[in-house]
């Protein structure tokens, strides 16, 4: 780091402490995922137009295409910074490259979605060209550390290497202008090479990540994804209120739809992910990796509340159940993945995957009930009952086993991990 904090003059970039003491989140950090706030933003408003228009595997398609693209540029600009961050005018000059790499990849979100839509080609060129914006920028991050980090230097040269051979793939991608099945056919190789590229990175020498910070910056995104939940809670409110007014629907929209929110915070925050991660350091591809669907299943249950307010509001062409499977499937990959990622950092526990079978019975239950003619607020309670009781119980039985769990962590009489 700079010895003078208040001047960013050029540092270098020799690796962070992975121990260092108040590690947190810096404020270029903070001002980085801003930007993710409108990337979020655009996705779930297009997913949840193309789901209340019935066109589910083109929402489908073009939101995991939009999800995968911002949180993985996302993933891998945390890591860096965990290690690298030198917070010199240098580094801030290229991150914010990045940023407005997610800018460009945001205005091409829609485009991608319409010609989804329409199915003669995929509109990807806006899209891909800000994703490989952000990761040439990247590439530049890793190239300045592979210089000035001696000890780690072929670890960043093969990031910087593989990433750059990848983007020559998605160059490709952005050039050739095909139709759906061509295009997803070269997008998903080059997706498993993205995923694959810090393994085969750091198969010998490691980055000097901090746990707690990366803990933190997952925090955070959780919390801006989170947000999209509160516009949509919001939307299916202003829904409610423009046709009828305020009623007793009203109050329950409102109501529920901050308690799903606030229910899904409680949820991920229930797992000391930092003390965990410290814990079990050999397991960070697969906490890194994990997140993917829980971020986009954050994401997905704001969509999906948009589509309740189209529901609501005469806008949509799908049927009640539909429109509450839009909230229910989501909030269902998030429990799962959730629980998947509780048992892999503190080992498996029979309560917690109990209730998750639990939570999600009585969420398919509630798409049967508006099936069944019941109204789509009172199924959205039906849904935060669901995660409310679980809250219920992991608090009252779950808060002692995770403590014994991380004390035997600790202690170290766990078997290790893979």
Known sequence: MPSNPLRHALARMGGRDPHEKHRAATPLELFFDLTFVIAFGVAGSQFAHEIAEAHFGAGLLGFSFAMFAVIWAWINFTWF???????????????????????????????????????????????VGGYVLMRLALVTQWVRASKQDPARRETCLRYAKYLAVVQLGWIAVLIIEADIATTFAMTVPLIVLEMATPYAAERKAKTPWHAHHIAERYGLLAIIALGECLIGAIETLRAIVANHGWSVDAALVGFGGTALAFAMWWIYFMLPAGRALHLRRQRSYLFGYGHI??????????????????????????????????????????????????????????????VAAC????????????????????????????????????????????????????????????
């Open 293 to 354: 669907p829980i971020f986009a299943a954050i994401a997905a249950t704001g969509a999906g509340l948009h589509v309740a307010a189209y529901y609501i509001d005469h806008e949509a062409h799908i049927s009640a159940a539909a429109a509450v499977a839009s909230i229910a499937v989501p909030v269902a990959l998030f429990k799962l993945s959730l629980t998947w990622l509780y048992s892999l950092m503190v080992g498996a526990d029979r309560t917690i995957i109990t």
């Open 359 to 418: 939570v999600l019975a009585v969420l398919a239950g509630a798409i049967g009930l508006a099936a069944a003619g019941a109204s789509v607020p009172v199924c959205l309670l039906v849904i935060v009952l669901a995660l409310g009781v679980s809250i219920v119980i992991d608090e009252r039985r779950g808060s002692e086993r995770l403590r014994r769990a991380l004390e035997k962590l600790e202690a170290g009489t766990t078997a290790p991990g893979p």
């Open 81 to 127: 910074a965990s290690a690298y961050d030198t917070d010199d005018w240098v580094f801030r000059v290229i991150t914010m490259v990045q940023i407005v790499g997610v800018l460009i990849l945001t205005m091409g979100i829609e485009p991608m979605f319409h010609s989804l839509v329409e199915g003669d080609h995929v509109d990807n060129r806006v899209i």
